[in-house]
């Protein structure tokens, strides 16, 4: 009997390193035309979809910002993505002179999108979901803090295109006006991103602060300490595990949330120049360019979601490695 | 000399219509260690934390009576009772000092733990905080097994070191008071000797409450005992008064061990 259940315990948890792994596997498949294609220089090339003229392969390689703008080169431009431009593109052209022209994707637009999304909302949501877990933990009442935390429970389960559609007809505005800019941008984006998941995160927090031990926070008021010295010194560290483990679920989701950012970031493949600027993120490159593409952009799109893929990875395995370390 | 003197004190919990002690009068002498026994559910640690007002940190209690406390500066007694700002709290509480059941290490270093109420009461000087917490850890017993290793997190202590790291965090802010809450009862025998050795040597320097369900540890180490039973107090008396010729018939049955 023992050995059954953990034989089936065993082959659960196995099944996740199985479908994380065929994930990854099936993500590098579908985008190996595009990796084959651009390399490395994906990551930090901001062409989407452009034409390059084939016309001169010796010389430097016309290429133009915009689709629609098709004609004259632009020498700027030119220059600057010279170096971004992988091996594999220049052999390519060479040995295939059938077409003239040939047409261009680089992840770099969404790539920053996402990652300046994601920071603006965290930035954002930190500081507020930990006022708000710090309030309903330890300073409110209970007879407060109980409708309060339903009350947060509940926004956290709104579903993401509720956020995205308020935040657009209500929110975007107020921002707009506030700072300037764009109503779509980065910064209506992150802001609303960061709303979404500040909910989420000030429950999660809560509840790791409620797991410190009355008898810890009552030897430190019996030593002298304050509420805010009992809050930093003793309930902080002491839950700093699971606000960590908040921080990094949150993460996630604002990495991959599409339909909120979607309604929010303008979806234009351009590399803003201040934050008040729309730009589009992986996941709503993803969503919208889907239905039409095939071929290389089809690839490419497949390389944007295994680069998403590796970026969450990273950077939640990075969070637990330094922080859990570090609190043991 | 008295240090804490408590009269007519009763303690009621919020929500609770009958009071959890009834009429309490005695006495925490100075330099002395005063036992507080009784079968569980007397009162013990309500009346122990009412001595630190610990209990104020959840609202709705209700205090009658007075316990007052000696200030040293003064020499004149004053009611713990009256006190209502946080200052005034913390003031309290730095010079009635507690140690609870389970060692209840901070996360943090073992100097951190040490340091932590002379750095929250606003000493700040590196050396000054380095000598006494050495003091401290000296005082505490513990100085000859963490040495090496002031800067590891506390968690890695046996729970026996926990315990003194406890006791060195409290004296390290030299309170005239500490109270004690079954401070042996989560440890083995050898722990228990050890503890019981550093509050005999503790008492030059501090008064000392102790609540225990250990006969033994009472006889051994207290020079006063408190029998309670049922929220009031029966006998309080030297404690050889106590375990050898006990005034009250009930006070005979527990510490023979036919109740209790
Ligand atoms: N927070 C509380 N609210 C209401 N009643 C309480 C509370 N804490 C304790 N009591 C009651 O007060 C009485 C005394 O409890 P106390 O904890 O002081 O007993 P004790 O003598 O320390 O017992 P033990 O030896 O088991 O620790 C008990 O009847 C208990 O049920
Ligand atoms: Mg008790």
Partial sequence: MEKIFRNLAFSSASLVFVILIGIFITLFLASKDSIDEFGLGFIVNPNWNTEISLSNPNANMDMDMDMDDSSASDDMMMLDDEDDMPAEADTMLFDEDVKDTFTEYGGLVPIVGTLLSTIIALVFALPIAMGIAVFLAEIAPKNIAYPIGIAIELLAAIPSIIFGMWGLYYFAPIVADLVGGYQVSLLTAGLVLGVMILPFMAAITRDSMNTTPDVLKESAYAMGATKFEVIKDIIFPYSKVGIIGSIILALGRA???????????????????????????????????????????ESSLFYLALILFIISFAIISIAKLYFLRGAK | MPVMNIQDFSFTYPNVSHPSLKNINMKIRKNKITALIGPSGCGKSTLL????????????????????????????????????????????????????????????????????????????????????????????????????????????????????????????VKPEVILFDEPTSALDPISTGAIEELLVELKKDVSIAIVTHNMQQASRISDYTAFMYLGDLIEFDKTESIFLNPKEKQTEDYITGRFG
């Fill in chain 1, 255 to 297: 990495l991959g949330e599409t339909m909120a950012v979607a309604f929010l970031i303008g979806s234009i493949f351009t590399l803003p120049s201040s934050i008040t600027d729309p730009t589009i993120s992986i996941p709503v490159a993803m969503a919208n360019n889907f239905g039409e593409a095939a071929g290389l952009g």
């Fill in chain 2, 49 to 172: 934390r009412s001595m630190n007002r610990i209990h104020d940190l959840y609202p709705g209690n209700r205090y009658e009576g007075t316990i007052d406390l000696l200030n040293d500066s003064t020499q004149k007694m004053e009611n713990i009772l009256d006190i209502k700002k946080e200052n005034e709290f913390i003031e309290l509480r730095q010079r009635v000092g507690m140690i609870f059941q389970k060692p209840t290490p901070f996360p943090m270093s073992i100097f951190d733990n040490v340091a932590y109420g002379l750095k929250i009461a606003g000493i700040k000087n590196k050396s000054e905080l380095a000598g006494r917490v050495e003091q401290a850890l000296k005082d505490g017993a513990l100085w000859k097994e963490v040495n090496d290793r002031l800067d590891k997190s506390a968690m890695g202590l046996s729970g026996g070191q926990q315990q003194r790291l406890c006791i060195a965090r409290a004296v390290a």
